[in-house]
């Protein structure tokens, strides 16, 4: 099995506005260096799921809306929870991605082979 077919059964969980517990200036620095370097190095996971604080990584205000665009272009798919988009008011700020349902979160967990939690 190739590098590029095992990528296609990891699924990536982002739960925070940034990467680890780190300031906030930081942890947005780590999240775009993540995102970058999985296209740069072809580790493009299938899904990418953003829900809880990470939905904000999506939107207009996002220092990552442009690599996950371009991660989605490397066939990831993007999807975004709707109902936290919905409690942070953020629903029409939406630069990338899918808005979907906790469910769609809850089947790529379940049809994927390796879940990644950041």
Not at 25 to 34: A, D, F, G
Not at 44 to 50: N, R
Not at 61 to 68: D, G, H, K, T
Not at 93 to 110: A, K, N, R, W
Request: hydrophobic share 40%; with cysteine.
């Amino acid at each position: 099995m190739n590098e590029r077919d095992l990528n296609r059964k990891i699924a990536l969980m982002i739960t925070r506005d940034g990467m680890g517990e780190a300031t906030g200036e930081l942890s947005h620095i780590l999240i775009k260096n993540y995102l970058t370097l999985l296209k740069s190095e072809n580790r493009v996971p299938a899904y990418i799921c953003l829900y809880a604080d990470g939905v904000k990584l999506a939107c207009r205000e996002s220092n990552v809306a442009q690599e996950l665009k371009e991660l989605e272009q490397a066939c990831s798919k993007v999807i975004i929870c709707k109902t936290c988009l919905n409690f942070y008011n953020l629903l029409d700020s939406v630069e990338c991605g899918t808005v979907g349902t906790m469910l769609d979160i809850i089947d790529v967990q379940h049809n994927s082979t390796k879940v990644i939690n950041l």
